[in-house]
């Protein structure tokens, strides 16, 4: 768990983490105010109303991303200082329950460290957005030039119909539409794959994340089978509590299981009820049977 077996210790980075350093951290932790504050209100609202205005329903969506992150810090900060806690009170229980509350303030922390990474892997996908957003700041002003040479066309074939200026604007128009088809090719080309990658980076990491938080419940819950819970009557002694090694071998266990944990042994998979090919097939037909039937008129 890159770490001691215990809360109670000091915390030592894995050689797993040294050789493979985690993501970038994310830019967006512990800022300002949280959700519901006058600055939050005034950045959503700010995100859609200023720069141009092609990028600003996008951008909007990435301040709002920028808030689901600062939501999802505080959530993994608050799981830290609720396992140091489990731990701190486990300490003056019994033998069997100090041991057991602080091996499982170990997993709880585990929980929180892999919200982290959540959190710096979900950032990517935030800045993948970004890069869409500033294609469509580029286009904005071709396409604002193609319109103000469209409305000074219009003006001019309207008040003076005979102006020489019409035929230098007319080229000027020309060019324009030349360089705006250029612009919006690569802002469909762009937007569609960065649309992918970004979106690939969200879902992987939410696939990763789920299935390292269900293998730490499960050995969390082989951890609780060690806690004896039968009932005792006044005066009985519990039996002496022998789980010291069997609870440090299930901090070990879920250890490797999450160093060996990769996206192509993930247990859930998608089933769909077709498949890319069969849907693409179809859509195709009627365009092949429109060929078909040309070919046969021609004939």
Not at 25 to 48: E, H, I, M, V
Not at 135 to 147: A, G, L, M, N, T
Not at 179 to 190: G, H, T
């Amino acid at each position: 768990m890159n770490r001691t077996y215990s809360l109670r210790s000091e915390r030592a980075p894995t050689a797993a983490q040294l050789q493979n350093p985690p993501p970038p951290k994310s830019s967006t932790k512990s800022k300002f105010f949280g959700k519901g504050g006058l600055a939050y209100n005034f950045r959503k609202q700010a995100a859609g109303s200023f720069g141009p205005e092609l990028s600003r329903k996008l951008n909007q969506l990435i301040k709002i991303e920028k808030n689901v992150l600062r939501s999802l810090d505080l959530v993994a900060n608050q799981r830290k200082s609720a396992a140091r806690q489990l731990s701190i009170w486990g300490l003056e229980n019994d033998d069997d329950v100090s041991d057991i509350s602080d091996k499982l303030g170990v997993l709880i922390y585990e929980i929180s460290e892999l919200d982290d990474q959540f959190i710096d892997r979900y950032d990517q996908y935030r800045l993948t957005l970004k890069s869409i957003r500033d294609i469509e700041k580029s286009v904005q002003p071709s396409r604002d030039r193609k319109d103000k040479i469209s409305d000074k066309i219009a003006y001019l074939k309207y008040k003076d119909p005979q102006s020489p200026k019409l035929e230098v604007l007319e080229q000027e128009a020309i060019r324009a539409e030349a360089e705006s088809l250029v612009a919006e090719a690569q802002l469909s080309n762009i937007t569609r794959s960065k649309v992918r990658a970004a979106f690939n980076y969200q879902f992987d990491s939410i696939i990763e994340h789920s299935e390292k938080l269900a293998l730490i419940a499960g050995y969390g819950k082989a951890m609780l089978e060690l806690l004896d819970d039968s009932p005792v009557v006044p005066g009985e002694t519990r039996p002496a509590y022998d789980g010291y090694e069997a609870s440090k071998q299930i901090i070990v266990d879920a250890e490797q299981a999450l160093s060996n944990w990769t996206l192509d042994t993930a247990q859930i998979k998608p089933t769909l009820s077709f498949t890319g090919g069969q849907y693409y097939e179809d859509e195709e037909v009627p365009e092949e049977e429109e060929e078909q039937e040309v070919y046969e008129e021609a004939a």
